[in-house]
């Protein structure tokens, strides 16, 4: 799974070297007026490869190791050389998409920031839970759920969290990452719907 271990070996690299460097941090994370006036649509991009401490990275990488390795796979199998680059594709566009609702409600407020790969990180997770529904997703490693039951938790939670607005986490981002992850997946591969309605059939919950 080569393009996971890529996609992780940068962004660690680029958040790393970002950590002590205010300077660098400032021109990569993601601040919608900066985009709006001054024409910087990079920072769309590049806002999901810094992070803002090693324990937001951490878990960011974490996740995308395991959940990336599936989807990879996936995509080799289904698409064979197009596989790799509907990868790199999914998971830049979920990164811009799930930016966009902070740029527009934030495009005129100078002092608004926000980076980490949470985005992509959600449509990988959420594409892995389309092909594999009923496989378990473990939370610290204690509490375990079927898939499709974690991705409604987790989009119900999100939404929860994000009308709450107390903790400084952008969990619209989560929200609209995990849509694109869904979306995305149907769009190249329709026969995923099929799949997974025929794996929810067999779930039994004893």
């Known amino acids: 799974m080569v393009l996971t271990y890529w996609i992780i070996g940068i962004t660690v690299a680029v958040s790393w070297y970002s ?3 205010p300077e660098i941090l400032s021109k990569l994370l993601l601040n919608p007026y900066k985009v709006s ?3 910087e649509y990079y920072r769309l991009v590049t806002s999901g490869f810094v992070h803002a401490n090693f324990s937001h990275l951490l878990w960011n990488m974490f ?3 395991f959940f990336g390795q599936v989807v990879e796979y996936y995509f080799n199998y289904l698409f064979g050389a197009a596989g790799p680059i509907l990868f790199i594709v999914l998971y830049i566009l979920a990164i811009i998409i799930s930016d966009l609702s902070s740029y527009f409600n ?3 407020n100078p002092g608004y920031n926000s980076l980490g790969a949470s985005g992509g990180v959600a449509a990988i997770i959420f594409a892995s ?3 594999q529904p009923l496989q378990d997703i473990c ?3 204690i509490l375990c759920f079927p898939g ?3 991705g409604i938790a987790y989009i119900i939670g999100s939404y929860y969290y994000g009308k709450r607005g107390k903790d400084n986490i952008n969990h619209a981002a989560h929200i609209y990452g995990a849509l694109v992850g869904l979306v995305f997946c149907i769009i190249i591969y329709p026969r995923s719907v099929l799949l997974f309605i025929d794996q929810i059939k067999e779930w039994r919950i004893f």
């Open 106 to 108: 934030h495009k005129d």
């Open 129 to 131: 839970i389309l092909f």
């Open 139 to 141: 939370l610290y490693g």
């Open 37 to 39: 006036k001054n024409r």
């Open 19 to 21: 950590f002590d460097k």
């Open 148 to 150: 499709f039951i974690f």
């Open 63 to 65: 996740s995308f190791y």
